[in-house]
């Protein structure tokens, strides 16, 4: 008997990154676990990850290629070999190429993986080569990147190892024990200090449970306290002049912008209480240091952007840079010199492409949208869109057209891979090689892969690989391997890899960027924002000149695409459907909607195991205020109906006083096909973009609930 353990790093989109070993016995994964020596995950696994190896082993993997033999969407498969899956998808690709050109062909992808080279990137080289219509991905924080950028540049911000040193935190729309746990004792370490921690958050939630102070807001109200807690600073000189006079442009202009918003008007639209927001705002500004994490979820309304632009001048009014400790949070990951060009090849693109945003796949694919020509066939990779995307009836109807060739390359038998024409296998993490940046933390891993591939399938890398061989690409760069793709995913020759070489990476599994110690920085003590101006600005320089600078992960994408003006001052933005906003439709459907990250599901990743399932709930759950469940006759337990005029899903009732009355909560991540009732909390979600960078809008949703 042998047994080895093997250094990795978990895959998923998710801010921690964890470093993993796994325990190999002869030639299976018998285990995994945290690896103890990291500095910030520090040997623990969320329960998303800590029994990985039933995710490998399961009986439920594709192993093989399969090709459909049923109706589509049916999940009736006939196992293939790899050769002939590959001259189909060959022999389509050319038809269609020599017929309606190479955009009638569409990839998606997102980030079912978040390594580098074989995460959310991989495919785009040979998409671009082949000229096929750009899937634009704004998801996740496309709006809140484009803001953050106009705000103070593409700053790592504060070392999220630093908050042991804040004494005054603020976590806005982050639910850190379910989304970035590994940050929590940071926190705590804080916390134990002497810091207090407050939560924003519609919802009390795990997190909130044990903070010193849950202020509940309003779903898309948060730019409304934002803009509120400015007026305040200025108006009662809490600001710290030095550092506005020094490092900052555009003070005069916001003093005038925030004039119009009133605390008053702030307590309104929130929900918050008038002396609340007069207290919080006074803590803040006068408990240096000050430290604010923002959260994915701040930019999903209609304002979202202009959430993050007015959250993203607070810290720079009150000094907070000044610092360590101070300042903001959002994405540790500008800090990773990733040669995102190299990854995505754009260069390769034709000189007139089309681009089509993926929140809009389902009007895409029914002919909804003004395509010639229309997109022929799909092809998926990373991404689960039947159980994540909004319009989800759209979406099914042009997955089942008998004339769109569907190729889904996966680890299951997904709601989306039911209607593949071509079904892939797919390796995970513990059968493949990768480099993984983090959006969570300043180091760098490396994932060793730990066993042979199972069955037949092959990582994302080889899929394209074969894919560019079997259409007779021969260009050496559609051919690397994975150890040469790994050496070009970085700028090592960048100063935060001073001291970090490949071998060493591969040998213990991550090493910190060289970047200075967290008890150590304070980045903008002195300002040098990565600006235009080297300063916060207030005023953006960005949104005057329109030269927006496209967030990562994403082509073909330039400014907000509206054709619009972007206003340099922030500003508030009301949601586009609360009883405020849209009083009639809230006649109709008078409940606000939000889908947060699942504790035990990333995305959709897990939503079909039996582990997770257990620690989420079998069924799809939906939490009410007792109010809201009385007036409707639902109790705990009642099985229910949520709908509105875009679609309708079934749950099961949870009455909580943990929402705010108004508010219902259905925790996203469940499948169409795993709960058995239908579809998923998205088929309500609306097709709206936001305000900043086509970010879509999960929670700015009004719905009704009601018995079935």
Same mark, same amino acid.
């Given at each position: 008997?042998?047994?080895?353990?093997?250094?990795?790093?978990?895959?998923?989109?998710?801010?921690?990154?964890?470093?993993?070993?796994?325990?190999?016995?002869?030639?299976?994964?018998?285990? &995994?676990?945290?690896?103890?020596?990291?500095?910030?995950?520090?040997?623990?696994?969320?329960?998303?990850?800590?029994?990985?190896?039933?995710?490998?082993?399961?009986?439920?993997?594709?192993?093989?290629?399969?090709?459909?033999?049923?109706?589509?969407?049916?999940?009736?498969?006939?196992?293939?070999?790899?050769?002939?899956?590959?001259?189909?998808?060959?022999?389509?690709?050319?038809?269609? =190429?020599?017929?309606?050109?190479?955009?009638?062909?569409?990839?998606?992808?997102?980030?079912?993986?978040?390594?580098? /080279?074989?995460?959310?990137? &991989? $495919?785009?080289?040979?998409?671009?080569?082949?000229?096929?219509?750009?899937?634009?991905?704004?998801?996740?924080?496309?709006?809140?990147?484009?803001?953050?950028?106009?705000?103070?540049?593409?700053?790592? !911000?504060?070392?999220?190892?630093?908050?042991?040193?804040?004494?005054?935190?603020?976590?806005?729309?982050?639910?850190?024990?379910?989304?970035?746990?590994?940050?929590?004792?940071?926190?705590?370490?804080?916390?134990?200090?002497?810091?207090?921690?407050?939560?924003?958050?519609?919802? *009390?939630?795990?997190?909130?449970?044990?903070?010193?102070?849950?202020?509940?807001?309003?779903?898309?109200?948060?730019?409304?306290?934002?803009?509120?807690?400015?007026? =305040?600073?200025?108006?009662?000189?809490?600001?710290?002049?030095?550092?506005?006079?020094?490092?900052?442009?555009?003070?005069?202009?916001?003093?005038? *912008?925030?004039?119009?918003?009133?605390?008053?008007?702030?307590?309104?639209?929130?929900?918050?209480?008038?002396?609340?927001?007069?207290?919080?705002?006074?803590?803040?500004? +006068?408990?240096?240091?000050?430290?604010?994490? /923002?959260?994915?979820?701040?930019?999903?309304?209609?304002?979202?952007?202009?959430?993050?632009?007015?959250?993203?001048?607070?810290?720079?009014? #009150?000094?907070?840079?000044?610092?360590?400790?101070?300042?903001?949070?959002?994405?540790?990951?500008?800090?990773? @010199?990733?040669?995102?060009? $190299?990854?995505?090849?754009?260069?390769?693109?034709?000189?007139?492409?089309?681009?089509?945003?993926?929140?809009?796949?389902?009007?895409?694919?029914?002919?909804?949208?003004?395509?010639?020509?229309?997109?022929?066939?799909?092809?998926? %990779?990373?991404?689960?869109?039947?159980?994540?995307?909004?319009?989800?009836?759209?979406?099914?109807?042009?997955?089942?057209?008998?004339?769109?060739?569907?190729?889904?390359?996966?680890?299951?038998?997904?709601?989306?891979?039911?209607?593949?024409?071509?079904?892939?296998?797919?390796?995970?993490?513990?059968?493949?090689?990768? =480099?993984?940046?983090?959006?969570?933390?300043?180091?760098?891993? %490396?994932?060793?892969?730990? =066993?042979?591939?199972?069955?037949?399938?092959?990582?994302?890398?080889?899929?394209?690989?074969?894919?560019?061989?079997?259409?007779?690409?021969?260009?050496?760069?559609?051919?690397?391997?994975?150890?040469?793709?790994?050496?070009?995913?970085?700028?090592?020759?960048?100063?935060?890899?001073?001291?970090?070489?490949?071998?060493?990476?591969?040998?213990?599994?991550?090493?910190?960027?060289?970047?200075?110690?967290?008890?150590?920085?304070?980045?903008? *003590?002195?300002?040098?924002?990565?600006?235009?101006?080297?300063?916060?600005?207030?005023?953006?320089?960005?949104?005057?000149? !329109?030269?927006?600078?496209?967030?990562?992960?994403?082509? !073909?994408?330039?400014?907000?695409?509206?054709?619009?003006?972007?206003?340099?001052?922030?500003? %508030?933005?009301?949601?586009?459907?609360?009883?405020?906003?849209?009083?009639?439709?809230? !006649?109709?459907?008078?409940?606000?909607?939000?889908?947060?990250?699942?504790?035990?599901?990333?995305?959709?990743?897990?939503?079909?195991?039996?582990?997770?399932?257990?620690?989420?709930?079998?069924?799809?759950?939906?939490?009410?205020?007792?109010?809201?469940?009385?007036?409707?006759?639902?109790?705990?337990?009642? @099985?229910? *109906?949520?709908?509105?005029?875009?679609?309708?899903?079934?749950?099961?009732?949870?009455?909580?006083?943990?929402?705010?009355? $108004?508010? #219902?909560?259905?925790?996203?991540?469940?499948?169409?096909?795993?709960?058995?009732?239908?579809?998923?909390?998205?088929?309500?979600?609306?097709?709206?973009?936001?305000?900043?960078?086509?970010?879509?809008?999960? +929670?700015?949703?009004?719905?009704?609930?009601?018995?079935?």
């Amino acid at each position: 008997m042998s047994r080895t353990t093997v250094v990795g790093a978990c895959p998923h989109d998710c801010p921690d990154t964890c470093s993993i070993l796994t325990t190999v016995e002869d030639g299976k994964a018998i285990a &995994v676990r945290g690896n103890p020596d990291h500095p910030f995950t520090r040997g623990r696994l969320c329960v998303k990850v800590n029994n990985y190896q039933d995710r490998v082993y399961s009986d439920k993997r594709v192993l093989y290629p399969m090709r459909r033999s049923g109706p589509k969407g049916s999940g009736q498969f006939t196992r293939i070999t790899w050769d002939e899956a590959l001259a189909e998808i060959a022999a389509k690709f050319k038809d269609i =190429i020599a017929t309606d050109g190479a955009q009638a062909i569409l990839p998606y992808s997102y980030l079912g993986t978040q390594g580098i /080279i074989n995460g959310l990137n &991989v $495919g785009d080289p040979l998409f671009n080569k082949l000229g096929a219509t750009v899937s634009e991905r704004t998801f996740c924080d496309s709006g809140s990147c484009t803001a953050y950028m106009m705000t103070i540049g593409h700053t790592p !911000g504060v070392d999220p190892e630093a908050f042991i040193h804040s004494k005054y935190i603020i976590l806005w729309a982050c639910n850190t024990l379910s989304t970035n746990s590994h940050h929590w004792p940071f926190i705590e370490q804080a916390k134990k200090n002497g810091a207090k921690l407050v939560v924003i958050d519609p919802v *009390r939630t795990r997190t909130a449970r044990l903070a010193d102070w849950h202020i509940p807001i309003r779903p898309g109200t948060d730019g409304a306290l934002a803009m509120a807690m400015m007026h =305040i600073i200025i108006k009662e000189g809490l600001i710290d002049r030095d550092y506005i006079d020094a490092h900052t442009v555009g003070f005069a202009e916001l003093a005038e *912008r925030v004039e119009q918003y009133t605390p008053e008007f702030a307590s309104a639209e929130t929900g918050i209480p008038l002396e609340d927001i007069y207290q919080l705002t006074r803590e803040y500004a +006068s408990t240096p240091p000050a430290v604010i994490r /923002i959260g994915v979820a701040v930019e999903r309304h209609a304002g979202g952007g202009q959430t993050v632009r007015s959250i993203a001048c607070l810290p720079a009014l #009150v000094g907070a840079w000044k610092h360590v400790g101070g300042g903001l949070l959002q994405l540790p990951i500008w800090a990773f @010199p990733v040669n995102w060009g $190299g990854l995505m090849r754009p260069d390769l693109q034709p000189e007139k492409m089309r681009v089509i945003n993926s929140w809009q796949l389902g009007p895409a694919l029914i002919g909804e949208l003004p395509l010639d020509p229309p997109i022929r066939s799909l092809f998926v %990779y990373n991404a689960n869109p039947m159980s994540m995307v909004s319009q989800q009836g759209k979406l099914e109807a042009g997955l089942a057209r008998d004339d769109l060739f569907t190729v889904v390359s996966e680890h299951f038998m997904t709601d989306t891979a039911r209607y593949a024409d071509i079904l892939l296998p797919a390796t995970t993490q513990l059968e493949q090689k990768d =480099i993984m940046f983090s959006w969570g933390h300043l180091y760098l891993s %490396y994932n060793n892969p730990a =066993i042979e591939p199972l069955g037949e399938a092959v990582p994302n890398t080889e899929l394209f690989r074969r894919v560019a061989g079997a259409l007779g690409i021969d260009d050496p760069f559609f051919h690397r391997s994975d150890d040469e793709m790994i050496a070009q995913s970085m700028d090592w020759t960048s100063p935060v890899m001073e001291g970090i070489d490949l071998e060493t990476l591969k040998d213990k599994g991550y090493l910190r960027l060289n970047m200075p110690a967290a008890g150590e920085w304070a980045p903008h *003590r002195d300002g040098n924002f990565p600006t235009p101006t080297g300063k916060c600005e207030f005023k953006s320089t960005l949104a005057e000149t !329109g030269n927006f600078v496209a967030p990562l992960f994403r082509q !073909g994408y330039n400014g907000d695409q509206s054709g619009e003006p972007v206003d340099p001052l922030p500003h %508030y933005i009301a949601p586009n459907e609360s009883p405020a906003s849209a009083p009639a439709l809230a !006649g109709k459907y008078p409940l606000s909607l939000i889908s947060p990250k699942s504790h035990a599901f990333l995305n959709s990743n897990y939503g079909n195991l039996p582990a997770q399932l257990a620690q989420a709930g079998e069924e799809q759950a939906v939490i009410l205020h007792p109010s809201d469940a009385d007036l409707r006759g639902i109790t705990a337990g009642t @099985p229910i *109906r949520v709908f509105n005029d875009r679609g309708v899903f079934e749950a099961f009732a949870t009455v909580s006083q943990d929402v705010m009355p $108004g508010v #219902v909560v259905a925790p996203a991540g469940y499948w169409q096909r795993s709960n058995r009732r239908g579809p998923t909390v998205h088929a309500l979600t609306p097709p709206a973009f936001a305000d900043l960078g086509r970010a879509p809008t999960f +929670s700015d949703v009004l719905v009704e609930v009601a018995p079935t």
